[in-house]
């Protein structure tokens, strides 16, 4: 049999750990070959490809990023893409297919299974926001880059007695924000599913500086002021210390705290940081069982489906479980953190 794989969406470390443990099983354990394809639907799509076997995914395990190389290419938005897919995968013989993705890639993986191609789905995303699986891998060491920034942030915000805002990833779901958050002791915590009020925001930060030191805010980059709450201060302005203000919500944020109590505050963009360099151990782990898992429901051709963790098991779940909708933070996890508020 031979199998194809593709990367696609956002990178993510561990990608490389679960393309070893499909080829090492699949090579070693059942006698199936590889082929690459590059830069997710873009590699099968334009016939873009690579050899992939022992050979290739040696020395890999703890490198960030991916051997295939990954795009945000949707087939569904291209003239004919899906019968091109098809028509390559043919061309290259090509029994079956592994896709290795977020909610972009497997939604495409779900719509080309539905229309007879034999695929099967690895959830990743360091956002942690797919459905059907209690984690995805890169999630765990995106919150452990994030929780030694708010560490570090710590100390110079009390030397200068000043706000530090940390911004992070996550679009849609705020669980990067939540987790190093709480492990990094932030005083207060934003995120998408919970729009925020800035006078509460502006309140808590001054009571954090009458009663302890600096505050420390850790925001999602997908948060949002409530309706009509008043963030006058626009991307590019300068603000009271004269900084011109860009982009996201962690400047504006910064920005406009500053407004309103007069305390310095500066803002830090984590951006991609999150997403480089090696895996943890546990995000190792978890991509090698989905990869392992993967390669055994391509053998037993149990397509369609996604790998999933549930508690310390593997499960296969339909693929449209895991792209159907987002997997948001809930309200009591949220919650348990307000406590530190303040
Ligand atoms: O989907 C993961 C993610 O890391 C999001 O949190 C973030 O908004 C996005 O990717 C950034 O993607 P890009 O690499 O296209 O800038």
Redesign the pocket.
Known sequence: MRVGMLTG??D?PGLNAVIRAVVRKGVTAYGHDFIGFRDGWRGPLENDTMALGIEQVRGILPRGGTILGSS?TNPFAIDNGVEQIKDNLAANGCDALIAIG?EDTLGVATRLADLGVDVVGVPK???NDLSGTDFTFGFDTAVNIATEAIDRLHTTAESHHRVLVVEV???HAGWIALHSGMAGGANIILIPERPFDIEQVCAQVESRFATHYAPIIVVS??AVPVEGGDMSLASGEKDAFGHVRLGGIGDRLAAEIERRTGKEARAVVLG?V??GGTPTAFDRWLATRFGLHAITAVHEGDFGTMMALRGTEIVRVPLSEGTDQLKTVRADLYEEAEVFFG
């Open positions: 969406g956002g993510c945000r977020g995303t360091i956002d990833m996550g679009r980059e997908g991609h999150q997403r």
